[in-house]
């Protein structure tokens, strides 16, 4: 189901709601400058939203590119990594797992000598 799609008509219905029921209401708007006079609230608005956007965009790119900069983080090899698994029978009831597997790794640094 198209769910970004039905949440953006939401949404600009929504707009389109506040800008009709805002066409008549006016406000002017001083730069110190210069004043501009009878400009419709919603416009204002939709203006003052669009430059808070250009104005975040920069800080939001810069925070982007610093973690795309990372190096990502590097796996803790585990213990276990390097050795291959034994079979079933060094892991029997009668033998110790523990002793079984140091007999493993003793008998494997004798085969790299």
């Given at each position: 189901?198209?769910?970004?799609?039905i949440?953006?008509?939401?949404?600009?219905?929504?707009f389109?709601?506040?800008?009709?029921?805002?066409l008549?209401?006016?406000?002017?708007?001083?730069?110190?400058?210069?004043?501009?006079?009878?400009?419709?609230?919603?416009?204002?608005?939709?203006?003052s939203?669009?430059?808070?956007?250009?104005?975040?965009?920069?800080?939001?790119l810069h925070?982007?590119?610093k973690?795309?900069d990372?190096?990502?983080?590097?796996?803790?090899?585990?213990i276990?990594?390097?050795i291959?698994?034994?079979?079933?029978?060094?892991?029997?009831?009668?033998?110790d797992?523990?002793?079984?597997?140091?007999?493993?790794?003793?008998?494997?640094?004798?085969?790299?000598k």
């Amino acid at each position: 189901m198209p769910w970004r799609l039905i949440v953006f008509i939401l949404i600009f219905a929504v707009f389109m709601v506040f800008i009709a029921f805002n066409l008549e209401n006016k406000c002017d708007i001083n730069f110190g400058f210069t004043k501009i006079e009878q400009v419709p609230v919603f416009i204002t608005i939709f203006t003052s939203f669009i430059l808070g956007v250009f104005c975040a965009l920069p800080l939001i790119l810069h925070i982007k590119k610093k973690q795309k900069d990372k190096p990502p983080k590097e796996k803790k090899p585990k213990i276990d990594d390097d050795i291959p698994m034994m079979d079933d029978a060094a892991y029997s009831d009668t033998i110790d797992p523990k002793a079984a597997r140091e007999k493993f790794l003793a008998e494997r640094k004798k085969g790299k000598k």
